[in-house]
T-cell receptor, first 111, second 118 residues
Framework: RKEVEQDPGPFNVPEGATVAFNCTYS??????FFWYRQDCRKEPKLLMS???SGNEDGRFTAQLNRASQYISLLIRDSKLSDSATYLC????????????FGTGTLLAVQP | GAVVSQHPSWVICKSGTSVKIECRSL??????MFWYRQFPKQSLMLMAT?????????EQGVEKDKFLINHASLTLSTLTVTSAHPEDSSFYIC??????????????FGPGTRLTVT
């Protein structure tokens, strides 16, 4: 089983749609969780951290369920510029600060 | 914000040669840097953790004699791919660890180096 698993995608949605990505992680000792965005042939960039109470940043909402070891990202009112690969990332539970990346979900927002 | 640079951004080399990739933290000191590799349509895979002044820690399955890491200063880590083969062609990305104002550690990624071995 992979340490971080995501929806396989790709997701093709029209502009203005709401889209949700899911992610599960296997290490119950993991402490920190993130969503990164990666554009084609570019490095990943932090989109938002995910907190236990859930958090929102504009059109983006992240949720964490520690009991189910499940993380989600909701994007409302999708824009063309949201087209990218979204990576679910978990920080290793030890003291190493290593990040474990999911395989990513490709989002294509259509005009 | 924290800036991490990589050089070169892309390189083409012949099979059997060695290639050095530099990763620099431009506006902060990083005692820890990470090297990742990403093959097409796959996720980032951690290769090794680079620690300033000490030996790198390699992930399982990564050959330390093939991927030489040197972290000689607080702002520079280098990855040398020795005796490169076509299967080493990949996107190599580094990140540098920085402690934020909240006390939490954050990773800042370089722009990546695309290596093609012919």
């Amino acid at each position: 089983r992979k340490e971080v698993e995501q929806d396989p995608g790709p997701f093709n949605v029209p502009e203005g749609a709401t889209v949700a990505f899911n992610c599960t992680y296997s290490n119950s000792a993991s402490q920190s969780f993130f969503w990164y965005r990666q554009d084609c042939r570019k490095e990943p960039k932090l989109l938002m951290s995910v907190y236990s109470s859930g958090n929102e940043d504009g059109r983006f909402t992240a949720q964490l369920n520690r009991a189910s070891q499940y993380i989600s990202l909701l994007i409302r009112d999708s824009k063309l510029s949201d087209s990218a690969t979204y990576l679910c990332v978990v920080r290793d539970g030890g003291a190493t600060n290593k990040l474990i990346f999911g395989t990513g979900t490709l989002l294509a927002v259509q005009p | 914000g924290a800036v991490v640079s990589q050089h070169p951004s892309w390189v083409i080399c012949k099979s059997g040669t060695s290639v050095k990739i530099e990763c620099r933290s431009l506006d902060f000191q990083a005692t820890t840097m990470f090297w990742y590799r990403q093959f097409p349509k796959q996720s980032l895979m951690l290769m090794a953790t680079s620690n300033e002044g000490s030996k790198a820690t390699y992930e399982q399955g990564v050959e330390k004699d093939k991927f030489l890491i040197n972290h000689a200063s607080l702002t520079l880590s280098t990855l040398t791919v020795t005796s490169a083969h076509p299967e080493d062609s990949s996107f190599y990305i580094c990140s540098a660890l920085r402690r934020g104002t909240s006390g939490a550690y954050e990773q800042y990624f370089g722009p990546g180096t695309r290596l093609t071995v012919t």
